[in-house]
């Protein structure tokens, strides 16, 4: 089952049918530790509306988005590289072997933007990339609930210029999109899941890559065990789980590129860079 935030209500969507929902507020909604079997159960006995949603919002409400970082082998290595001339290189491997995994702090829900919208680059970045991530949804009780995709957009050179920038290489405005939907899942998603970006300049694509969960270092469960520790969410949160796809290093987004990043159960999350 697929959930919609629009800007006309909360709609699901299951076998290709959508079905309006009139929840009190998304929070309320999102926050259940029941929303598999709760979801079921509208559907059961809703009658499906007309149409696809439009209009739609990225599917957050008050929950913070946290990230973990280097759970791709080809991410370990770009770090090193864009790293290597501060001497931080030692830290990106240690930390893709370690069993504490590395965890940060990403957007609030102000800095976040759906799909269509316009995520954006620094004004003092020189070499920007999206980060195409499978984003997990997790209740206050610490259940992935659902799935969503995310873009983790990144100023590489300020990271690279010292791991202490990671904040400001990371959290700014629109710096981070999520969508289409959440899709609302009981059962871990398969690690044949592709995650696929493509990034389109001019009416054809100057990068494309993709990589696979099977890619993944970390399990989805130990990334949300490690988050939960000492540390509550009230509203639940999201966790992207790291990038697996990195362009070559000649490659820096520029205004007008078009993002698009498909994970085939979600669907495809699109943002003009802007
Ligand atoms: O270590 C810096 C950030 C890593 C990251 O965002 C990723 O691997 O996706
Ligand atoms: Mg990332």
């Known amino acids: 089952m697929k959930l919609y935030r629009s800007r006309r209500g909360i709609v699901t969507e299951d076998a290709g049918r959508f079905y309006a ?6 929070d309320d909604l999102v926050t259940r530790e029941d929303l598999h079997e ?27 988005v946290w990230a973990a970082g280097v759970t791709y082998y080809r991410s370990r290595n770009a770090r090193m590289e864009e790293s290597k001339g501060a001497g931080g290189g030692d830290f990106y491997d240690r930390v893709y072997q370690a069993t504490r995994p590395e965890l940060f702090f990403k957007a609030t829900p102000h800095r976040v933007v759906g799909p269509d919208g316009k995520v954006a680059i620094r004004d003092d970045s020189a070499w920007s990339v999206p980060e195409p991530e499978l984003t997990l949804f997790v209740t206050p009780g610490g259940k992935i609930a659902g799935y969503t995709i995310g873009n983790d957009m990144s100023s590489r050179d300020i990271e690279g210029e010292n791991p202490l920038y990671l ?9 981070c999109a999520l969508g ?44 949300v065990e490690y988050l939960y520790r000492n540390n509550r969410f009230p509203h639940g949160c999201f966790l992207m789980t790291g990038t697996g796809v990195v362009p070559p290093d000649s490659f820096t987004l520029k205004l007008g590129d078009e993002i698009r990043i498909t994970i085939p159960p979600i669907g495809t999350l699109v943002n003009v860079v802007g």
């Open 21 to 26: 929902l009139t929840a009190p507020s998304w």
């Open 167 to 175: 904040p400001q290489a990371k959290v700014y405005d629109r710096s």
């Open 38 to 64: 709760y979801l079921r159960r509208f559907i059961r006995e809703a009658k499906p509306s007309d149409g696809v949603p439009q209009d739609l919002l990225p599917p957050i409400g008050s929950q913070e």
């Open 180 to 223: 289409p939907c959440l899709l609302i899942a009981d059962e871990p998603l398969s690690a044949a899941t592709e995650i696929a970006v493509e990034i389109r300049r001019g009416g054809g694509a100057v990068f494309s890559g993709a990589t696979t969960l099977k890619e993944m270092k970390r399990k989805p469960g130990e990334l």
